[in-house]
Each structure stands twice: as structure tokens, then as C-alpha cells.
């Protein structure tokens, strides 16, 4: 192995870390301060880089927060398989897994990108896009979570349904703490599912 390469390889780490770190601060800054509070600046601060090494990952502002918010979600996605590493599961387990992506700081800052697009046709074609991704991704996860055979009639549209109303938490979670609340229609949600879903 000749020395160049002995070199590179710590750099592209740095490298890695540092793509890892704006991500993770654009979707915190994003979930903090939305839109307009959110520069590529104020993320590079917060991620402990200079605004260079941030504009040198992502030249633009739309760039980063696309990014970050599709890093999350990936992240996510990750872990809600992670917890069911045998595939079809308790479903009201389920639920709660899928209701808890839409409460945390990832749809937060989801939804100041979705506004802000809903305002800017430069970012919105990209944010339309990313969440078409994110929402076909959450929707294979939830059928392969719940078992759910889509082959019949009314299972897809139950599955999406039970996604829009964990949207719809996720929104209610927004202003108050709704974590009473939620669990009644968690509970209630997996007990309609049982019924629609079959074993």
C-alpha cells in the first residue's frame, strides 16, 4: 500500500463525518427554527464546520436541507426495521413505530421544508419528490411490518390510511402534548387493523 493511499483514507473519513454532522444539524436547525431561521450558515455553526467545508458538500441551501431530511428519514427507516428483525410483528407495536416517526424532531423539520417548498418553485418540485420517496419507502416498511397483503381489496388503502392518521398526530403533536391522546387511537388503530388485516 503506497503512502497516498494510507493518507486519503483518513480524509475521506473526515470527509464522512463531516457530511454527517451538517445533515444532522440542518434537520435539528430545521426542527428548531424552520425555514427561514435555517442558513447554511447557521447549520455550519452548529455542525462545528466553516460555511466552505459545508458549501463544498452542498453548494446550495436547497441542497443541504433535501439532503438531511432524506438522510434522516433513511436513518429512520433503518431503525424501524432494526426493530423488528423478523419482519411481521405485534401490530400494535407497529403502529406505535410508525405514529413515533411523525412525532419527533425528523417531521418537524419535514414539514418547515414542506411549507417552505409549498412557497418556493425552485425547492418545490425537489421537496415533492423527496417526499414521494420517503412515503413509498414508509408505506413498503408498514406492509412488511404488519403483514399485510395487499392483494386484497381495501388493504392498501388501510395501510395508508393508518399512515395519513400518523401524520395527522404527528400535527396534532405539534402545539401540545398529545402523548394521551395518541395512545387511545394507537390502541384503537391496531385493533381496526387485526379486523381489516387478518392474521
Not at 423488528?84 to 410508525?98: C, H, N, T, Y
Not at 404527528?170 to 395512545?183: I, Q
Amino acid at each position: 500500500m503506497d503512502l497516498s493511499t494510507v493518507e486519503r483514507v483518513p480524509k475521506q473519513d473526515r470527509s464522512r463525518v463531516t457530511r454527517q454532522r451538517l445533515l444532522e444539524a440542518a434537520v435539528a436547525c430545521l426542527a428548531e427554527h424552520g425555514w427561514a431561521g435555517s442558513t447554511v450558515s447557521v447549520v455550519a455553526e452548529r455542525a462545528g464546520v466553516s460555511r466552505g467545508a459545508a458549501q463544498h458538500h452542498f453548494p446550495t441551501r436547497e441542497d443541504l436541507f433535501t439532503a438531511a431530511v432524506e438522510y434522516v428519514a433513511e436513518e429512520r427507516s433503518t431503525a424501524i426495521r432494526t426493530l423488528f428483525p423478523q419482519g411481521a410483528a405485534d401490530r400494535r407495536a407497529v403502529v406505535e413505530a410508525l405514529v413515533d416517526l411523525y412525532t419527533g424532531p425528523l417531521f418537524r423539520a419535514a414539514l418547515h421544508l414542506w411549507v417552505a417548498a409549498s412557497n418556493e418553485d425552485q425547492l418545490r418540485p425537489r421537496v415533492t419528490e423527496l417526499e414521494a420517496r420517503v412515503g413509498r419507502e414508509t408505506h413498503r416498511i408498514a406492509v412488511d411490518l404488519l403483514g399485510a397483503d395487499e392483494s386484497r381489496p381495501g388493504v392498501r388503502e388501510t395501510v395508508q390510511g393508518l399512515l395519513d392518521m400518523a401524520r395527522g398526530l404527528g400535527l396534532a403533536n405539534l402545539l401540545t402534548d398529545d402523548a394521551v391522546r395518541r395512545e387511545r387511537v394507537v390502541a384503537q388503530w391496531a385493533a381496526l387493523l387485526e379486523g381489516a388485516l387478518g392474521c
